[in-house]
């Protein structure tokens, strides 16, 4: 069943943000790479929308989205039913082990040994490079930023670019130890060089799997958006294509692209539109020359119907992984993408994971945010990030008696002692005796008062209690 | 019971309310009417900012011009469809300036090896063009097979300016993609390129270098 957690990240517990953190802030190379990267994203970003009604279209995306969501199960089904009309074979999964169990069987009925994959976020999650690896299944990633996280050993530091965190040295000394092309600083010498020695891989490959951006259920149609064409060439060179995605994927109508496309890349990385947006509705047919012989889709829930449950929580399935939240967020500029320790980082990782790996794991994950709001701001499909990070620190505490926590792991956080504070707190205001009584005693030993209050002042000014309450002085002024 | 009726029914059985289910307004996508002569030139704008190139031809000359992007480029060959008419003009042309022409008529896997790494371009036609985007529509089919287009290193597609729509939501209503879709379509809107190595644009990761689009007025 869906609700156990057999899958967390690989090797990495979540739990250690702090240190993490800690350490990437005290990194130049990172901290450089990172504010760069989402300079340059944020600027294009804003470039891309100009001339646009940009709320309104905004409006469009989380309207396209709910309504979607609204129908889910009677649109997995649609879809189900026009994909297999269309010669696609459909599969179910409850979590990430499951899925991967789906995708070894396929391999194995077709005695695949190499799979090409195209980026998926949800393969991500399911750790299914590790596992087919175990399998004795070798799981190749083509696209390039993936390539060099694949290559260097690490998980992406960024949905939609992966490699971010490195710079052209550190590729290129990468490139070097691993694939042996010669050390160089130009870019177009190392992509060319990737580009050969994927080449040969998408010509032999097994199986191609990729994820999937948009599942519409009227066609049956899989829509991949992408730059560099490999996941047109994982999608169609191997004779069999399994596409992985998440249930939330599905929306109604081909019209619902148009909004939704429009939104994606420009708020991904200000690209009026990608090279490539790839719609598949089926497997190659007799006659045609060239195709995948088989296609599958195997749909993944592992949590997401878990959020669907609350109505407040239910808006971070709108979410289309355009990655505008991270590249926006003061604080994922600074700590970078490896320091959640989470498949997607940044604010909506924040929201997103701890339903994944539940709250107990994950109870840093709501806190590593100021509140700023601008994730919420340029959200393309105005998933109301803030509120549902305060939601979430509220269920880590346990702290909202008219709404019963709900999030598997909630109350991990609360402690005896601080909501012992918090009930003398509210009492204390309630009771408006010991209130003057409390406030004008603290005013009097005020000069006790200590001058540090932990990590609170490491960077900030302790602040100093006043002399004379707000009562006293309202009285002296005779009101 | 099975995954899939453990997931539609936690669905179906949700403790939240009822869901309303909103109106969407897809007026916001509208462009102003644009002329045939405002299309091509916003096309030609947008292919030619992601390092595209829009070569403006007639119905007499396009192949003249073909011969010199194809002459400029050394190419050996050129990949063409079995019985589109492009093809069929080209080779009944019976020109010598045109390099060898290759026809895709047989299943990919018989000639993988070839299509990969001798086949210098390939010409496909389209089902139209977006102009706001600077996209082109391809539906491979049987005569025109998806990895025409993706492949070899240049892609060389033909245009028809009066088949030029202003944005997606238009081509996609006046060409009625709800009603069903092929096994495979497209959106082609410049070279393959990457910006995974620290924001650099790259051209040719794993598709086409070029794209040449042939816009015939």
């Known amino acids: 069943m869906s609700e156990t957690a057999e899958h967390t990240d690989h090797h990495i517990d979540v739990k250690q943000f ?60 649609q879809l189900e039913k026009k994909l297999t009309e269309n010669g696609v074979k459909v599969h179910w999964a409850v979590d990430g082990d499951e899925a991967c169990r ?70 290129s000394q990468l490139l070097h130890d691993k694939t042996g092309t010669d050390l160089s600083n130009d870019v177009e010498y190392l992509t060319a060089s990737a580009r050969l020695q994927l080449r040969e891989k998408f010509m032999n490959a097994d199986v191609g799997v990729s994820g999937v951006n948009f599942a519409v259920a009227e066609t049956g149609t899989l829509c991949l958006v992408e730059n560099e064409g490999n996941g047109r060439m994982t999608t169609t060179v191997p004779p069999c294509h399994i596409a992985v995605t998440g249930i939330e994927k599905v929306v109604p109508t081909m019209e619902d692209l148009t909004g939704l496309l429009a939104l994606l890349t420009r708020s991904a990385t200000g690209q009026h539109i990608t090279t490539y947006f790839n719609m598949i509705s089926g497997p190659r047919k007799a006659e045609e020359l060239d195709g995948p012989e088989e296609v599958h889709l195997v749909l993944v829930d592992n949590g997401r119907s878990s959020i669907y449950q609350d109505d407040e929580l239910l808006d971070t399935l709108r ?26 980082p940044g604010p909506i990782g924040k929201i997103l994971m701890p339903h ?33 990070l305060v939601r979430l620190r509220q269920e880590s505490v346990d702290g909202d008696k008219l709404h019963p926590a709900k999030v598997r792991g909630h109350g991990a956080k609360r402690s005896t002692m601080e909501a012992m504070i918090w009930k003398g707190w509210a009492w204390m ?25 932990g990590a609170w002042t490491d960077y900030r000014t302790a602040p100093k209690l006043a002399a004379k309450t707000l009562h006293q002085r309202m009285k002296e002024r005779g009101q | 019971m099975s995954s899939r009726e453990t997931i539609l029914q936690r669905l179906r059985n949700r403790t939240g309310g009822e869901l309303t289910v909103p109106e969407c307004d897809f007026s916001v996508l509208q462009r102003p009417d644009w002329s045939t002569a405002e299309r091509v030139d916003r096309f030609e704008r947008m292919i030619e900012s992601v390092h595209g190139e829009v070569h403006r031809c ?90 025409m287009s993706l492949v070899p290193p240049v892609h060389i597609a033909i245009l028809k300016a009066s088949e030029l729509y202003t944005t997606f939501h238009e081509a996609m209503k006046a060409q009625n993609w709800s009603a069903g879709m092929p096994t495979n379509a497209l959106l082609i809107s410049g070279p393959s390129k990457t910006a995974d190595i620290e924001q650099t644009l790259a051209y040719g990761v794993h598709g086409p270098k070029e794209l040449i689009v042939l816009v015939i007025e």
Request: charged share 25%; hydrophobic share 40%; net charge negative.
């Open chain 1, 102 to 171: 789906i995708v070894r069987d396929i391999c194995k009925a077709r005695d695949a040994k190499t799979v090409i994959k195209g980026k998926s976020m949800v393969s991500e999650e399911m750790e299914l490079n590790h596992y087919l690896q175990e399998q004795d299944i070798e799981a190749l990633e083509s696209d390039l930023g993936e390539y060099i996280v694949q290559l260097a050993d690490e998980t992406p530091s960024h949905i939609i670019m992966p490699a971010i965190h490195k710079n052209t040295g550190e590729i």
């Open chain 1, 319 to 344: 979410c289309i992984r355009c990655g505008a939240c991270m590249n926006h967020c003061p604080v994922y500029t600074r700590v970078g993408g490896h320091a959640y320790g989470t498949t997607y």
């Open chain 2, 58 to 147: 007639t119905d007499d000359n396009w192949m003249n011009r073909l011969a010199e992007i194809l002459a400029t480029r050394g190419a050996r060959n050129l990949l063409v469809a079995k019985t589109h008419e492009i093809s069929q003009s080209l080779r009944n042309a019976g020109r010598n300036d045109l390099p060898e022409l290759l026809i895709y008529d047989e299943p990919v896997h018989s000639w993988k090896g070839h299509l990969f790494n001798e086949v210098d371009a390939s010409i496909t036609s389209t089902r139209g063009g977006i102009a706001e985007t600077g996209s082109l529509i391809l539906w491979p089919t049987v005569d025109e097979p998806r990895l």
């Open chain 1, 429 to 453: 205001h309630a009771s408006p005796g010991f209130y003057r009584f409390g406030t004008g005693a603290a005013s009097k030993l005020r000069a006790l008062q200590p001058a540090s209050a």
């Open chain 1, 356 to 388: 994944l790996i539940g709250l107990d794991e994950g109870r840093h994950l709501p806190t590593a945010s100021s509140l700023c709001g601008a994730c919420g701001e340029v959200c393309p499909v105005k998933i109301p990030i803030p509120d549902l």
């Open chain 1, 18 to 77: 702090h240190p993490r953190a800690q350490a990437a802030i005290q990194n130049p190379k990172i901290r450089k790479n990172f504010r760069s990267a989402m300079d340059g994203l944020m600027s294009k970003r804003k470039a891309a929308f100009e001339g646009w009604d940009l709320e309104t279209l905004r409006d469009l995306g989380a309207n396209i989205r709910m309504r979607a969501l609204a129908n889910l199960p009677d649109l997995l089904e």
